[in-house]
Nanobody, 122 residues
Framework: QVQFVETGGGLVQPGGSLRLSCTAS????????MSWYRQTPGKERELVAD????????TYANSVKGRFTISRDNAKNTVYLQMNSLKPEDTAVYYC???????????????WGQGTQVTVSS
């Protein structure tokens, strides 16, 4: 079955950095579009960044452009999210997601990780 192991969340001060990792199994990782979403209480889950299967297409939310970097290692079945210059408004549960097939700007994941908490606070 599809499984994700998400690591790297935690508490960080404003201006700090964190790197999230998501290692997936149960599907053909190198054929999947991978993404990171985030959600805060009472709000919809929103796209942070996604990356096509070979990394040629990457999309970022405007709120994280220039601060966050998504990348993937198909040999390790892992997608990363490097988060720099973190702000309190980045506080959320971050979810790894995946779908197989061609990249689509409007498509949401078919599979989701369990989420990892990121808290930015002094």
């Amino acid at each position: 079955q599809v499984q994700f192991v998400e690591t790297g969340g935690g508490l960080v001060q404003p201006g700090g950095s964190l790197r999230l990792s998501c290692t997936a199994s149960g599907f053909t990782f190198r054929s999947a579009v991978m993404s990171w979403y985030r959600q805060t209480p009472g709000k919809e889950r929103e796209l942070v960044a996604d990356i096509s299967n070979l990394g040629s297409i990457i999309t970022y939310a405007n709120s994280v452009k220039g601060r966050f970097t998504i990348s993937r290692d198909n040999a390790k079945n892992t997608v990363y999210l490097q988060m720099n210059s973190l702000k309190p408004e980045d506080t959320a549960v971050y979810y790894c997601g995946a779908y197989s097939g061609s990249y689509s700007y409007s498509r949401r994941p078919d599979y989701w990780g369990q989420g990892t908490q990121v808290t930015v606070s002094s």
